[in-house]
């Protein structure tokens, strides 16, 4: 272990269990860590596990228990718990996944936090990928009849959800297993970020995009610390540390994705993939069909006392203002 | 890094002392996670791998699996397997031990231990051969080679606990394991065939069976082609995940057992509490295992190992004939899941960080573990041998094997060089 | 090496300990074992039948079959403990002879009590907090601490078995098991 500074320093074990050219590894995780070390002068440090000590789904719990101290949690794991971060899988949002995920932390902050939902741990920043475009091997989809009984891949929770109520006949099974049902045809399309359809090797598979403006849904993500270690940090560095966490994270995070995005569509492009927007009368169609969610989060957000329609429009009128 | 060698010495010394390996492992990884990280973490750290392994169903394919095979054991199919082998082969030189080699391939197909279908094929097998004058050396190798294909053709214990420490997926394990399984039937043949013309004496022609009595008595083994392909096809097909196929194999084999008149209220009791035994005593060895696994983790052992090979700059193929070298050394003394247990944490980082495919070695590793049951100086398959042979001595029971060992050293290396061998089976699977 | 080494899996031999010693604190623990791991069987049996041939599974069969296995798990501790059925890679077994073979055994016996009655008591804490966290399954909302709690009780028993059977070893009174352990000499 390295000899420690003469003021009691605070070390952090990030636990990390994505790869480590991961876009959130090197987008956020490593620069935050330098951030944290540099603006508390090294009271704080922060070292990575080379291997993940929990399997992804048990992070809370590894977090909350102090097995290590800092971690990523995709909030479809803790679904019972956090019901209010599911706005940020909602359509029509935003495209960019740092206008969507600064959003969300911004309405974490005005709306959500009183709710109490992260009991147990202190959290350090919420993020998102970017809007979710429709995928398709055979044909573009166009309509909402296009997706009627078509194998779609879809991420678990509200999403699947979602793309079910279309029409389609929606498959979960986690990333590392998207490539096989994509090349073997058990699928024949996708709904997720462009990232998510390069990321796993599935690009060739593909041969049509249709741009949802505004998504058709997103992915949400925690950066959890452990409430024990927090409590033992001074005052000052637990500002400086939030000072460089928040809305930070969710603009490092998606800066990454979106690029990586950029980068996704600039190939399909060149491979010759189609690629439109959805018409007004497709949008017309899925904002009628996906009513049923948003009205569905308000009223969970309601049972946490939580005014849904205020925090909507409110996220709604932060990604506006990022775009002007 | 330091912290973690010493934790390696002192569970080698534990363990070589007899304390159990799986709380070995327990001790060993909570005393230096404790060091590295405080007590109350790593206290928080084993409650959460103690609920993770025994609350999990994914882990409950485990007893599902032994218990299909308490259940087989007592069909005495093994049998009827070998009367069907023999039907077909005994006639040619060496033919009862061709015989029963594709009898312990057959066995192997429902049954997912190496010790079970040694043991099961040494009682049905060697008498026969024994009858025909058969050397003691040819016999006794055949059935200990054979038995070892247990582990490596599905379903394998080996396998699903390779699976679950490497959080591989077991369905994948288990197609991969088809075609070595395959190629080890041939190979071992090939092995009888080359030492029986050598030396025509030790392995001399049984009786040349009628065609009627040979359709007859491959359709006898039918129950076991029905097991094995409603497991293996429901699982490739994605009819089923491994874990159903486990609860299918096991009613499956309970129902063939009654079919054959085999089972009463006590067999079926003793078989539960068989498969309950087992199940009790690998559990305890997979919380073990993944407690000294997240030790070895933090103390970034495996990183510097992986980063080392690196500033050696040798060939990945190079780095992996090394460490199949150190298997098979450390196979000698070191038997059978064992090796799994205590080199996975290591090696496995090491394996996908020279960029080989997971699911490739877990076979690459189920041959070599194959091996150390039958190398000298402990192998213990070679152990069954000897009880059920008392009056062999092990000095032929090891001369048997040696031609076998030599195969088994040209299949790994099959592998190893082409590695679609494991791996175009788990690649067609539909998930 | 020792009788119950690690791929001396459910081999043939395996059933003969099984029914070797009786104490009567046994026959429950048999009893629910049993009924446990024939029930994650059957039940896993019944839902995938249910689900191709009728279109309806048993709900929360997944959740069932886990609970199941830390049932499996514990309930066979004893009977493995009891038995001195652990799997042990004693590499030494041949040269530690006479006293020191004795003293050896004795500290394994203990050694193995202390490691089981940490696990009880880390299923113990565990128990208690998942009660405090009203934490409850996600299919069927059910808690899980009594059965962690059972669990729990199944380690201490097993090591009371394991204490009483060290104080046996002190009075050299015949120790079940572990004289009978049949090894494989080589
Ligand atoms: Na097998
Ligand atoms: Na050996």
């Given at each position: 272990?390295a000899?420690t500074p003469?003021?009691?320093?605070?070390?952090?074990?990030?636990?990390?269990f994505?790869?480590?050219?991961?876009p959130?590894n090197?987008?956020?995780?490593i620069?935050w860590a330098?951030d944290?070390m540099?603006v508390?002068?090294?009271?704080?440090?922060?070292?990575f596990?080379t291997?993940?000590l929990?399997?992804?789904?048990k992070q809370w719990?590894m977090?909350s228990?102090g097995?290590?101290?800092?971690a990523?949690l995709a909030?479809?794991f803790?679904?019972?718990r956090?019901t209010m971060n599911?706005?940020?899988?909602?359509?029509?949002?935003g495209d960019s996944a740092?206008?969507?995920?600064v959003a969300?932390w911004?309405?974490?902050?005005k709306?959500?936090?009183?709710?109490n939902?992260?009991?147990g741990v202190?959290?350090?920043?919420l993020?998102?990928i970017?809007?979710?475009h429709?995928?398709?091997?055979k044909?573009p989809?166009?309509?909402?009849?296009?997706l009627?009984?078509?194998?779609?891949?879809?991420?678990a929770?509200?999403?699947?959800?979602?793309?079910?109520?279309l029409g389609?006949?929606v498959?979960?099974?986690?990333g590392?297993?998207?490539f096989n049902?994509v090349?073997?045809g058990?699928?024949n399309?996708?709904?997720?970020?462009?990232y998510?359809?390069?990321?796993?090797?599935t690009?060739?598979y593909?041969?049509?995009?249709?741009?949802?403006p505004?998504?058709?849904?997103s992915v949400?993500f925690s950066l959890?610390l452990?409430k024990?270690?927090?409590d033992s940090?001074?005052?000052?560095?637990?500002?400086?540390?939030?000072?460089?966490s928040?809305e930070?994270i969710?603009?490092?995070?998606?800066?990454?994705?979106?690029?990586?995005?950029?980068?996704?569509?600039?190939?399909?492009?060149a491979k010759?993939?189609?690629?439109?927007t959805?018409?007004?009368?497709?949008?017309?169609?899925?904002?009628e069909?996906l009513?049923?969610?948003?009205k569905g989060?308000?009223a969970?957000?309601?049972?946490?006392g939580v005014?849904?329609?205020?925090?909507?429009?409110?996220?709604?009128?932060q990604?506006a203002?990022?775009?002007? | 890094?330091?912290?973690s060698l010493i934790?390696?010495?002192v569970l080698?010394?534990i363990?070589?002392?007899?304390?159990?390996?799986g709380?070995?492992?327990?001790?060993?990884?909570?005393?230096?996670?404790g060091?590295?990280?405080?007590w109350?973490p790593t206290?928080?750290?084993i409650?959460?791998q103690?609920?993770d392994?025994t609350?999990?169903?994914?882990f409950?394919?485990?007893?599902?699996f032994?218990?299909?095979?308490?259940f087989?054991?007592r069909a005495?199919?093994?049998?009827?397997?070998?009367e069907?082998?023999?039907?077909?082969?005994g006639h040619?030189?060496g033919?009862?031990a061709?015989a029963t080699i594709?009898?312990?391939?057959?066995f192997?197909?429902v049954s997912?231990?190496?010790l079970?279908?040694?043991a099961?094929m040494a009682k049905?097998?060697?008498?026969?051969?024994?009858?025909?004058?058969y050397?003691d050396?040819?016999?006794a190798?055949?059935?200990a080679?054979?038995?070892?294909?247990?582990?490596?053709?599905p379903p394998?214990?080996?396998?699903?606990i390779?699976?679950?420490l490497t959080?591989e997926?077991?369905?994948a394990?288990f197609?991969?394991?088809?075609?070595?399984?395959?190629?080890?039937v041939?190979?071992?043949?090939?092995v009888i065939?080359i030492?029986t013309?050598?030396?025509?004496q030790?392995?001399p022609?049984g009786e040349?069976?009628d065609?009627g009595?040979?359709?007859?008595?491959?359709?006898?083994?039918?129950g076991v082609?029905?097991?094995?392909?409603l497991?293996?096809?429901?699982?490739s097909f994605?009819?089923f995940t491994?874990?159903?196929a486990?609860?299918i194999g096991a009613?499956?084999?309970?129902v063939?057992?009654?079919?054959?008149?085999k089972?009463?209220?006590?067999?079926?009791f003793?078989s539960l509490l068989?498969?309950?035994?087992?199940?009790?005593?690998v559990?305890?060895?997979?919380i073990?295992a993944l407690?000294?696994?997240?030790?070895?983790?933090l103390s970034?052992?495996p990183a510097a190992?992986?980063?080392?090979?690196?500033?050696l700059?040798?060939s990945?193929?190079i780095?992996m004939?090394?460490?199949?070298?150190?298997?098979v050394?450390?196979g000698?003394?070191i038997?059978?899941?064992a090796m799994?247990?205590l080199t996975?944490?290591?090696?496995?980082?090491?394996v996908?960080?020279l960029?080989?495919d997971?699911?490739?070695?877990?076979?690459v590793?189920?041959?070599?573990v194959?091996?150390?049951?039958i190398?000298?100086?402990?192998?213990?398959n070679?152990?069954?041998?000897?009880?059920m042979?008392?009056?062999?001595?092990?000095?032929?029971i090891?001369?048997?094997?040696?031609?076998?060992?030599?195969?088994?050293?040209v299949?790994?290396?099959?592998?190893?060089f082409i590695p679609?061998?494991?791996?175009?089976?788990?690649?067609?699977?539909r998930y | 090496m020792s009788?119950?080494?690690?791929?001396?899996?459910?081999?043939?031999?395996?059933?003969?300990k099984?029914?070797?010693?009786?104490?009567?604190?046994?026959?429950?623990?048999?009893?629910?074992a049993a009924?446990a791991?024939?029930?994650?069987s059957?039940l896993?049996?019944?839902?995938v039948l249910?689900?191709y041939l009728f279109a309806?599974p048993?709900p929360?069969t997944?959740?069932?079959?886990?609970?199941?296995?830390?049932?499996?798990?514990f309930?066979?501790?004893?009977?493995?403990?009891?038995n001195?059925?652990?799997?042990t890679?004693?590499?030494?077994?041949?040269?530690?002879?006479?006293?020191?073979?004795?003293v050896?055994?004795f500290l394994?016996l203990l050694?193995?009590?202390l490691?089981?009655?940490?696990?009880?008591?880390?299923l113990?804490?565990?128990?208690l907090?998942?009660a405090?966290?009203?934490?409850v399954?996600?299919?069927?909302g059910i808690s899980?601490a009594p059965?962690?709690?059972?669990m729990?009780a199944?380690?201490?028993?097993?090591?009371?078995?394991?204490?009483i059977?060290c104080w046996?070893y002190l009075?050299?009174?015949?120790?079940?098991?572990i004289s009978?352990g049949?090894?494989?000499?080589?």
């Amino acid at each position: 272990t390295a000899p420690t500074p003469a003021k009691a320093a605070t070390e952090l074990l990030f636990n990390v269990f994505v790869p480590p050219k991961h876009p959130f590894n090197t987008g956020m995780f490593i620069p935050w860590a330098k951030d944290v070390m540099r603006v508390t002068e090294g009271r704080v440090k922060v070292s990575f596990t080379t291997a993940t000590l929990a399997p992804p789904p048990k992070q809370w719990n590894m977090i909350s228990k102090g097995i290590a101290d800092v971690a990523m949690l995709a909030n479809i794991f803790e679904r019972n718990r956090l019901t209010m971060n599911v706005i940020g899988d909602l359509p029509f949002l935003g495209d960019s996944a740092v206008h969507r995920g600064v959003a969300l932390w911004r309405t974490h902050k005005k709306f959500f936090e009183k709710a109490n939902e992260y009991k147990g741990v202190k959290l350090l920043g919420l993020w998102t990928i970017s809007g979710a475009h429709l995928f398709h091997g055979k044909k573009p989809i166009r309509a909402v009849s296009d997706l009627n009984k078509e194998k779609m891949w879809v991420i678990a929770g509200l999403p699947n959800k979602m793309i079910a109520s279309l029409g389609a006949v929606v498959v979960s099974v986690p990333g590392v297993k998207m490539f096989n049902v994509v090349s073997k045809g058990i699928v024949n399309g996708k709904v997720t970020s462009p990232y998510g359809m390069n990321a796993f090797k599935t690009m060739p598979y593909i041969k049509h995009i249709t741009k949802v403006p505004g998504g058709v849904s997103s992915v949400t993500f925690s950066l959890l610390l452990n409430k024990k270690k927090w409590d033992s940090m001074s005052k000052k560095d637990q500002e400086l540390v939030m000072s460089v966490s928040g809305e930070t994270i969710a603009r490092n995070a998606g800066k990454k994705t979106d690029q990586l995005d950029a980068k996704a569509l600039k190939m399909a492009k060149a491979k010759g993939i189609t690629y439109e927007t959805a018409s007004p009368a497709f949008v017309k169609e899925l904002k009628e069909k996906l009513a049923f969610a948003s009205k569905g989060w308000v009223a969970n957000a309601a049972k946490k006392g939580v005014d849904g329609n205020a925090a909507l429009a409110y996220y709604r009128q932060q990604v506006a203002a990022q775009m002007k | 890094m330091i912290v973690s060698l010493i934790g390696f010495a002192v569970l080698f010394l534990i363990a070589f002392m007899g304390f159990p390996l799986g709380l070995s492992m327990l001790v060993v990884g909570g005393t230096g996670f404790g060091i590295l990280r405080g007590w109350e973490p790593t206290l928080e750290m084993i409650s959460q791998q103690i609920l993770d392994v025994t609350l999990n169903t994914n882990f409950a394919v485990l007893p599902m699996f032994l218990l299909m095979g308490a259940f087989v054991h007592r069909a005495a199919l093994a049998d009827d397997l070998y009367e069907a082998a023999d039907a077909w082969l005994g006639h040619f030189r060496g033919g009862l031990a061709m015989a029963t080699i594709a009898a312990c391939g057959g066995f192997a197909a429902v049954s997912g231990s190496s010790l079970a279908t040694a043991a099961t094929m040494a009682k049905v097998a060697v008498p026969s051969m024994r009858k025909f004058k058969y050397a003691d050396s040819l016999a006794a190798g055949t059935v200990a080679a054979g038995g070892t294909m247990g582990i490596l053709i599905p379903p394998s214990a080996a396998l699903i606990i390779y699976g679950i420490l490497t959080e591989e997926d077991i369905a994948a394990l288990f197609m991969a394991g088809i075609i070595p399984g395959v190629i080890t039937v041939i190979a071992y043949i090939a092995v009888i065939k080359i030492v029986t013309r050598i030396w025509p004496q030790i392995g001399p022609p049984g009786e040349r069976k009628d065609w009627g009595t040979r359709w007859r008595a491959l359709a006898r083994v039918w129950g076991v082609v029905l097991l094995f392909v409603l497991i293996l096809g429901g699982i490739s097909f994605g009819v089923f995940t491994p874990n159903e196929a486990g609860g299918i194999g096991a009613i499956g084999a309970l129902v063939f057992a009654i079919l054959r008149k085999k089972m009463s209220r006590k067999i079926f009791f003793e078989s539960l509490l068989e498969a309950v035994h087992t199940s009790a005593m690998v559990i305890v060895i997979v919380i073990g295992a993944l407690v000294l696994n997240n030790f070895v983790t933090l103390s970034g052992l495996p990183a510097a190992v992986v980063n080392w090979v690196e500033t050696l700059e040798f060939s990945p193929m190079i780095v992996m004939m090394i460490i199949l070298a150190f298997y098979v050394l450390l196979g000698t003394v070191i038997e059978g899941l064992a090796m799994i247990f205590l080199t996975v944490p290591i090696f496995v980082p090491l394996v996908e960080g020279l960029g080989f495919d997971l699911i490739w070695f877990g076979i690459v590793m189920v041959m070599v573990v194959e091996i150390s049951l039958i190398t000298p100086p402990i192998g213990l398959n070679v152990f069954v041998m000897k009880s059920m042979l008392p009056d062999v001595p092990l000095k032929t029971i090891f001369k048997g094997i040696a031609p076998f060992f030599v195969a088994d050293l040209v299949r790994l290396a099959l592998v190893v060089f082409i590695p679609a061998l494991a791996l175009w089976l788990p690649n067609m699977m539909r998930y | 090496m020792s009788e119950q080494t690690l791929s001396e899996m459910d081999t043939p031999g395996a059933e003969e300990k099984g029914a070797r010693q009786t104490p009567w604190v046994f026959t429950p623990l048999k009893v629910v074992a049993a009924t446990a791991i024939f029930g994650m069987s059957a039940l896993t049996f019944i839902d995938v039948l249910g689900r191709y041939l009728f279109a309806s599974p048993i709900p929360g069969t997944f959740e069932i079959v886990g609970l199941l296995l830390g049932l499996v798990a514990f309930t066979g501790l004893p009977l493995v403990s009891s038995n001195q059925g652990h799997i042990t890679v004693d590499l030494f077994d041949n040269f530690i002879r006479g006293s020191a073979r004795r003293v050896r055994d004795f500290l394994v016996l203990l050694g193995t009590a202390l490691t089981v009655a940490f696990i009880g008591h880390r299923l113990l804490t565990a128990g208690l907090d998942e009660a405090a966290n009203d934490f409850v399954t996600e299919d069927l909302g059910i808690s899980r601490a009594p059965l962690i709690y059972l669990m729990s009780a199944l380690a201490f028993l097993t090591c009371v078995l394991l204490l009483i059977m060290c104080w046996r070893y002190l009075t050299k009174k015949p120790v079940t098991g572990i004289s009978s352990g049949g090894k494989h000499s080589g």
